[in-house]
T-cell receptor, first 113, second 114 residues
Framework: DQQVKQNSPSLSVQEGRISILNCDYT??????FLWYKKYPAEGPTFLIS?????DKNEDGRFTVFLNKSAKHLSLHIVPSQPGDSAVYFC????????????FGAGTRLTVKP | GAGVSQSPSNKVTEKGKDVELRCDPI?????LYWYRQSLGQGLEFLIY????????KSGLPSDRFSAERTGGSVSTLTIQRTQQEDSAVYLC????????????FGPGTRLTVL
């Protein structure tokens, strides 16, 4: 049962434009969400997170939006840079000390110069 | 190196053999996690350690999989009687205290079962 879904396996954008990566979840008990970025041959690196008490969290060029009613979150990267080309994973967990974090399948972002 | 390290980086084994994967977390991190990523799949949570204990073993795919952590530091993931479907990249991560702390991932071990 895939509780976290990233329905777009790939996304291609032009350098300087906005990249929007989407993630949907089915379990309404999830209340903490994270985005990870993964380059080939490397482990994922933490990018940004958001708890369910917020609907937006911003860190530099990266902003995560959470729509709890739609069970949807998105990661916006603006402006996109070629170095942002990577696979982006969305993850969700329950509670503040929960063991069960679920990941989406990832979206491969390609930023073209 | 202050990051999470894993060994070996690559492992090729024959079906039916046992393999042991090692993870060295960041010093001082009490939480340690094992994941795997199969070709074309997302990250799959396997097991989580808080200190030396593993409160959640529900993600282990079968009883051929086991993990231990000693001294609150190094962890080993053991797969017995490997099967071809075990082929994947096995990732280890650590965080300071809990799941809501940032997890820092190691480079992974690529396991290929022939």
């Amino acid at each position: 049962d895939q509780q976290v879904k990233q329905n777009s396996p790939s996304l291609s954008v032009q350098e300087g434009r906005i990249s929007i990566l989407n993630c949907d979840y089915t379990n309404s008990m999830f209340d903490y969400f994270l985005w990870y970025k993964k380059y080939p041959a490397e482990g994922p690196t933490f990018l940004i997170s958001i708890s369910s008490i917020k609907d937006k969290n911003e860190d530099g060029r990266f902003t995560v939006f959470l729509n709890k009613s739609a069970k949807h979150l998105s990661l916006h990267i603006v402006p996109s840079q070629p170095g942002d080309s990577a696979v982006y994973f969305c993850a969700a967990s329950r509670g503040t000390n929960n063991n069960d974090m679920r990941f989406g399948a990832g979206t491969r972002l390609t930023v073209k110069p | 190196g202050a990051g999470v390290s894993q060994s070996p980086s690559n492992k090729v084994t024959e079906k039916g053999k046992d393999v042991e994967l090692r993870c060295d977390p960041i010093s001082g991190h009490t939480a340690l996690y094992w994941y795997r990523q199969s070709l074309g799949q997302g990250l799959e949570f396997l097991i989580y350690f808080q200190g030396n204990s593993a409160p959640d073993k529900s993600g282990l795919p079968s009883d051929r999989f086991s993990a231990e952590r000693t001294g609150g530091s190094v962890s080993t993931l053991t797969i017995q009687r490997t099967q071809q479907e075990d082929s994947a990249v096995y990732l280890c991560a650590s965080s300071l205290n809990s799941f809501t702390d940032t997890q820092y991932f190691g480079p992974g071990t690529r396991l290929t079962v022939l």
